[in-house]
């Protein structure tokens, strides 16, 4: 027995020992696996969280994980982590992006060109690559549009020689501004009018000495070739693809840009961000406890009995669901407008509870009968819940788009906003 | 949208229909309706054009009588609306002006088919007038804002979408007497067929043929514009297809028949326009071309071949 025993006791312990360890690592690993695990997405998810309620990109996290195990003993350790994720500068638009290096700015425009942006006077650096190179802030700016005009024009509120930067702004005596300061510069002759934004005056453009012309274009504009021809630097704005508000707004963080005012453009995109989801919070909060019913709305523009309406994916569309609401159109795959014929127009809008005509050239109901007779029986006209654009809305109401989401918000929930009285839209 | 045949039909012979169903087929009935008109006077007019001019390229808008429409709807879009002479935008007002800028032209055309002695001057009159209203119009619409601009494009593309009852039913008995006009006018235009020399040894009275046959087609081409704008294509197209099947230039046949065959297409062309891609609607315009020059040329192949 003994000599057997002898032989058996350390085969017994190495099997003893060999359990332990089996039982040990495969403990380790199922706690690894499930506990691990769980950990890990909550603090992925915290993570997330810590980085979007700061405004910096990078920092370092000291995060505390609280693991609880099967027996109960909880184990607190502290873990200190780099987090290398950065929070994508540019959330809602997706025509443009801005990317930070050391000591200089990259975008991307409207056409996915690279603009390098260099602080003034300092040199670029060698090793990246860009399709332009722009020193900022810039001294003379040219602008196309109204809509590049207002975000200027909101920036100026922090900012206030901004208008001192721009030397020129295509159509700018052809528009009605809704823009004091605007009207004031051209009156005293600080902008100028470079003619038409399809056909500029490339005299007068060249004459200004631009230092950089921020441009709309499409597929085949000569506009854009034109200034490719003779060298002026330009930049693409693609405000007008966008296919939710705040996508429209957030070119503002890339109009800031080139003033070298990209601070002031996150915290005012951030503020109009944050009004716009609280009007939505309220909105969706309301209509809980309040049992109000999402409305249906029909969004569109008739001329001579052709009816274009936004499409579904447009960002009309988008801004009405964000308020719970209903489109008469959301299965209309467009992100800009489209034409539809009049008796699907009819079919779809009848019933629908507010009509918004998205012109302000037709101002009354009789114009809009006119167009339409069989208007007169939708049941938004008998309930007299029919609105049009003010024509202050394409410069006044870009600027302030929180604002225009307002006005949207009480014209469909009239109930949830009693006091609100509307900027860029008028009851017909 | 899908409406049961049997709501059509009872609509049709004047039984009542509730609801939704009644007012989509009022639409489509008065749409129809006006390209049936629209399409008869451009074909009629086409075929008298072609013939009085000798030409087989001449449409009905070789008259001016389009540009000149668009002009005044243009002037009073723009000029009108920017000095407060009408409301901001009035429908009513648009038409009137379009009307009264097509019968303006027409009047200027008659008057000078009565005054100038060749039909070639009188194409280039008609040419430059139009050219002149154009020119009067791109200046307007450059110095006015986008949105009159755009609402002033709709205004001067043709379609059928826009029709209403109150402008078809004023319309429709000046379409209806010019078509029956455009039968009276077809003889003479016969003998005008060899020339005007040898138009005037037949005893014809080739002054009163030539005026009363630009009468008669401004007078169609003025209708067919007010009801839908200058839709393209069917003034060209129609008379030639009838002269390439019935292998005539016989205006006693090719007029009327035109008229039909112009009817025809424009109410296909219509209901390609508005179903081909429902909801969306196409531009009536690309329709007619899309579907008639394939049709054209088909029937050219056949009447003529390859040599």
């Known amino acids: ?428 | 949208m899908r409406v049961p045949f049997e709501s059509v039909l009872g609509a049709l012979f004047g039984f009542r229909v509730e609801g939704l169903a009644a007012t989509v087929i009022d639409l489509r009935l008065v749409r129809t309706v006006a390209a049936l008109v629209s399409g008869a006077s451009l074909g009629a007019a086409g075929a008298v054009l072609q013939s009085l001019f000798r030409n087989p390229l001449a449409d009905p808008f070789v008259l001016g009588i389009s540009s000149g429409s668009s002009l005044a709807i243009a002037a009073t879009l723009i000029a009108g609306t920017g000095l407060g002479l009408i409301g901001a935008y009035d429908p009513q007002a648009l038409y009137v002006a379009g009307a009264l800028g097509a019968l303006a032209v027409s009047l200027a055309v008659v008057a000078l088919s009565s005054v100038l002695r060749s039909n070639l001057g009188l194409v280039l009159v008609g040419v430059m007038l139009g050219y002149l209203a154009s020119g009067l119009t791109t200046l307007l619409v450059v110095t006015s804002d986008v949105e009159r601009v755009r609402a002033f494009t709709f205004w001067t593309l043709g379609t059928f979408s826009a029709s209403k009852w109150s402008v078809v039913n004023s319309v429709l008995p000046i379409a209806v007497g010019s078509l029956l006009a455009s039968l009276l006018v077809a003889k003479p235009l016969n003998a005008l067929l060899f020339g005007e020399d040898a138009a005037a040894t037949t005893g014809a009275s080739v002054r009163a043929s030539r005026v009363g046959a630009v009468a008669v087609a401004a007078s169609l081409v003025s209708c067919s514009v007010v009801i839908s704008g200058p839709v393209g294509f069917v003034g060209l197209a129609a008379p030639h297809a009838v002269r390439i099947l019935l292998k005539t230039e016989d205006n006693r046949l090719t007029v009327p028949l035109s008229a039909l065959v112009g009817a025809e297409l424009a109410v296909l062309s219509d209901i390609a326009a508005r179903t081909l891609m429902s909801p969306l609607e196409l531009p009536v315009t690309a329709v007619t071309s899309l579907f008639g020059a394939p049709i054209v040329l088909a029937l050219v192949v056949r009447r003529w071949g390859f040599r």
């Not at chain 1, 057997?4 to 039982?23: D, H």
Request: proline letters at 4%.
């Open chain 1, 1 to 428: 027995m003994m000599p057997k025993g002898g032989t058996l006791r350390p085969v017994f312990a190495a099997a003893l020992i060999a359990a332990l360890l089996v039982g040990l690592f495969g403990g380790y690993l199922a706690a690894g696996a499930t506990g691990g695990g769980l950990n890990t997405v909550t603090v992925t998810r915290e993570v997330a969280r810590t980085v979007e309620l700061r405004t910096t990109l990078t920092e370092r996290l000291l995060q505390t994980v609280t693991l609880t195990l099967e027996r109960p003993v909880t184990v607190t350790r502290i873990e200190t982590q780099l987090a290398e994720k950065r929070e994508p500068e540019v959330k809602h638009a997706r025509f443009f992006s801005i990317e930070r290096g050391d000591g200089y700015t990259l975008l991307r425009d409207g056409l996915n060109r690279t603009v390098l942006l260099v602080k003034r006077g300092q040199s670029a650096p060698q090793n990246v690559k860009a399709d332009l190179v722009v020193q900022v802030p810039v001294e003379r700016m040219v602008l196309m549009s109204a809509t590049h005009v207002a975000l200027v024009e909101r920036l100026r509120e922090y900012a206030p020689d901004i208008w001192d930067r721009v030397a020129g702004i295509m159509w700018g005596r052809s528009y009605q501004w809704f823009f004091s300061e605007v009207e004031r510069r051209f009156a005293e002759g600080k902008l100028v009018d470079v003619g038409a934004a399809w056909s500029p005056d490339y005299e007068k453009l060249i004459e200004l000495k631009p230092d950089l012309v921020m441009i709309y274009t499409f597929e085949g504009d000569p506009v854009r070739s034109k200034l490719e021809e003779l060298r002026v630097p330009y930049v693409v704005n693609s405000e007008w693809l966008e296919n939710t508000l705040l996508g429209r707004f957030e070119w503002v963080k890339f109009v800031a840009a080139f003033f070298g005012l990209d601070e002031v453009g996150a915290r005012v995109f951030r503020l109009v961000e944050l009004r716009y989801q609280l009007i939505s919070t309220r909105v969706s909060a309301s209509m809980a406890t309040l049992n109000v019913k999402p409305v249906k709305v029909a969004w569109f523009s008739v001329y001579k009995g052709t009816v274009f309406v936004a499409g579904g994916l447009s960002y009309v569309a988008n801004s009405i669901y964000d308020l719970n609401a209903v489109y008469a159109f959301s299965d209309l795959k467009a992100t800009g407008g489209r034409q539809v014929s009049l008796e699907e127009f009819v079919a779809r809008a009848r019933d629908a509870d507010v009509l918004v005509v998205s012109t302000d050239l037709i101002q009354t109901l009789e114009a809009l009968t006119d167009e339409i007779p069989q208007v007169a029986e939708f049941k938004a006209v008998r309930e007299g819940r029919v609105y049009r654009f003010n024509s202050n809305i394409y410069q006044l109401g870009y600027m302030d788009t929180e604002g225009w989401f307002l006005d949207l918000a009480s014209m469909l929930y009239p109930q949830l906003f009693p006091d609100h009285t509307l900027s860029y839209f008028v009851a017909l």
